[in-house]
Structure formats: C-alpha cells, structure tokens
C-alpha cells in the first residue's frame, strides 16, 4: 500500500515515544526527548499499538483482508488508527478514542461519500484500502490535543513564539514549515506523519522565556535537590536559570543555565521521582 511506509515508520515512533512517557502519570519522570509533554491521557493510550499485530493485520493480502471490516460496537487500535486518520482528512471532530461509535460511523459516511464509495458506514475492505492510499495530516483551522503535543515540541524548539493552546492557527502553518525547510522535508505546512515522526525524534533544550509543565516538572526536581526555593511555577526565569547553573556546576556539566538534553538527564538520575 501506498502508505504504508509511512504508517509503520509512525508506528514505531509512537512504540518509542510509549517507553518514554510510560512513567508520566505515576512517576512524572521525565526523559531528554519530549520531557515532560501530556501524553498519558485516555485518547493517546491507545495510540500505542503492538506494531507486529498491527503490521499483521494492515499488511495481510486475499480473502482475509478482503474479509476485514469494522462496524459499530467495535473497539481496538486499529479503529483508533483510522479514527485519526479521518481526523485529519476534517470528517472527525471528537478526539480518537479507540470506540467505533455513532460519530466514527457519520465520519466514515462523509468519507465514502466524498470518494465515491458505497456510503454504508463500515469500515469495509474498499474503505480501509482507500483510507491507506491517503497521506493524513493535521491543517489550519483544526484542533485537538494531539495537535497541541506537535505544537509543544514546535514551541521549545523556537519555532513558535507564543505558548500554544491546541489550534493549529496561522503561525503554526509558518511554524511547521519553517521546520519542514530545515529538515529538508517537503514545505506544506502541513503536519503530516513524516513531519510528526521528525518531531518526535528532537531533543529539547528548555531555556529562559519559555514555560510549561516540562518545566515545572523540572523545577520540581531542583527544588527537592535545595537548588531552587519556593513554588515551581512553570516559567523559566533567572531563579531557575541560577538553580540550573549550579546543579550542573556540582555534576560537571557545561553551565549553560540551560535545560538541555545532559542536564535532564542528571536530573532524572537523581531524583527518579518528582516528590
């Protein structure tokens, strides 16, 4: 299938992402790519796929896959995949959740519809076939919390200025592909698998005028550690510059007085969790 390179490089991705975020919600332990970012809600749960089952299932030719559909009253990851799938392709409004529910069947009827196929609300084989032929992904005008986690990573990688809220409005357009001109990709602006995938890959440096619970979660970890006094408040100023240029004078590091990749880490390995 035309995409399914694609798919499966994403696929491993968000399995690499699962190890790093697994102790986010009991543990808020925070590694050196995508530290701290929100990825432990009940939406992005099942994003996290077994990639040989899925493989199996979206890679399987004749009667077997030309057998396979989904219908309403059906859950699981696949359902979830596709969910976002039409999510981006703006049938979907509701957040994936997994549920093959009255609003995933209305989805999937406006995409039928759009493609000439027999409107009949099932994910059917000629459905998912077409569905695989698509190159998904998020455009202005949308929003959600997926979106949001993007938008994060673009925010303390410099790309955007302003702290983001979940819209992907004008300036995350620029932002996207301006990041697509550096990494060589093809400048859509649009946030399309390839350009998650590379996302997902960076480490982040966190730094004076940026904010966030990444950093809150870090400056946490320098409290408990006496290098910083009072509330952790989210927001990178010079107490916190200070703190970090301590704490790495004490391990030896570069003192940049920036959070960056080295200095989470000693972090982490520190203080396994935040008190």
Known sequence: ?????????????????????????????????????????????????????????????????????????NSGDVIF??????????????????????????????????????????????????LDLEEPGYTTGQQGEEILQYQEILYYLDYLEEKPQG???????????????????AETGILDMETMDALYREPITYGPEKEGEPIQLLQEKL????????????KFGSMTTDAVTRFQQDQGLEQTGLLDPDTVEALNRLVEVTP
């Open 167 to 185: 819209t992907y409005d004008v300036a995350t357009t620029t932002a996207v592909r301006s990041y697509q001109q550096d990494k060589g990709l």
């Open 1 to 73: 299938m035309k995409s399914l390179k694609n798919i499966l490089i994403y696929i491993l991705s968000m399995i690499f992402l699962l190890s790093l975020t697994a102790s986010f919600e009991g543990e808020k332990i925070i590694d050196h790519n995508l530290m701290g970012l929100d990825l432990s809600s009940d939406q992005m749960k099942l994003a996290f796929y077994d990639k040989y089952s899925l493989m199996d299932q979206m890679d399987t030719e004749g009667p077997d896959r030309e057998g396979e559909q989904y219908v309403m009253g």
């Open 223 to 234: 409290i408990y550690l006496e290098y910083l006094f009072g509330t952790a408040d989210g």
């Open 81 to 130: 995949y596709y969910q976002r799938v039409l999510r981006m392709l703006g049938h979907m409004d509701k957040e994936p959740d997994g549920n093959f529910d009255q609003t995933t069947k209305d989805a999937v009827v406006a995409y039928q519809r759009e493609k000439g196929l027999e409107s009949n609300g099932t994910l059917d084989y000629a459905t998912l076939e077409q």
